[in-house]
């Protein structure tokens, strides 16, 4: 019953709707060669994209998610005719319904693009599914995180602080694809498990996408974050959360 009044189905909608405008001048703009090539072109921009937004909408999400509990001091209220662990599930849940109708957005989005640009080049099925496993899975992780620090900071600029920071370093994970240090944070996910690329031919001014192999060691890398994370962070709640 409070959820339907925090108006979260909006927030989620004004990000659908940015990343729509956004992805929709980059493709308007398009040459014929990546229209046609237009499957693969959407997998690269949304990865970006997502890089770029999801930490901020995912850190807002559990915001508005835990606020009013915090704020308002009904913890204790709530954890006396529910457990502190269920709570915790629950909120996380919720949460992670709100990212998938979000991924459910882009993918239809993807497909609005592909019958209005017209996509030449047959959509390889597993992409869709490689494009959650990179997407989802990175965002779950990162809505743990936030969800703990909600719950931990009544100031809720601090968890939101955390969020740009994130899309601020999944950023640069695009630009050092090397650099070992992005495995360590979870915002960097995003691009480890990029599973599209491109070459760029300044004599033609012609940019050529092609496939490359899902990076499943770093998939399970960051499964194993996850289980880690949700573990630590529902018994932070439980055992250190004054209420």
């Not at 959820?3 to 929709?24: D, E, N, P």
């Not at 998610?65 to 006396?80: F, I, M, N, R």
């Not at 740009?164 to 650099?179: A, E, I, R, T, Y």
Request: net charge positive; proline share 2%.
């Amino acid at each position: 019953m409070k959820v339907r009044r925090r108006k979260i189905g909006l927030l989620v909608g004004a990000f659908i709707l940015l990343i729509f405008v956004w992805v929709t001048w980059a493709m308007g703009d398009a040459s014929e060669d990546r229209i046609y090539d237009g499957w693969r072109e959407c997998f690269l921009q949304l990865g970006l994209v997502n890089t770029i937004l999801l930490p901020t909408m995912t850190a807002m999400l559990a915001s508005r998610l835990c606020d009013a509990e915090v704020k308002g001091s009904t913890l204790k209220l709530l954890c006396t005719m529910e457990k502190k662990g269920r709570l915790f599930d629950l909120k996380l849940l919720t949460g992670a319904v709100y990212l998938l109708f979000f991924m459910a957005a882009e993918y239809v989005m993807m497909a609005v693009l592909s019958l209005t640009l017209g996509f030449g080049r047959p959509l390889e099925g597993v992409h869709l599914l490689y494009f959650f496993l990179e997407n989802y899975t990175c965002s779950i992780a990162i809505l743990i995180l936030q969800q703990v620090l909600s719950f931990f900071y009544e100031n809720q600029i601090i968890p939101l602080a955390a969020g740009l920071f994130g899309s601020f370093v999944g950023l640069f994970s695009w630009f050092f694809p090397g650099n070992v240090f992005f495995y360590l944070v979870v915002w960097g996910y995003y691009a480890k498990l990029g599973f599209i690329n491109y070459t760029w031919d300044e004599t033609t001014r012609i940019m050529t996408y092609y496939n490359v192999p899902f990076n499943l060691p770093g998939f399970l890398l960051l499964l194993a974050a996850l289980i880690a994370g949700y573990v630590a962070g529902k018994y932070l709640f439980v055992t250190r959360k004054e209420i």
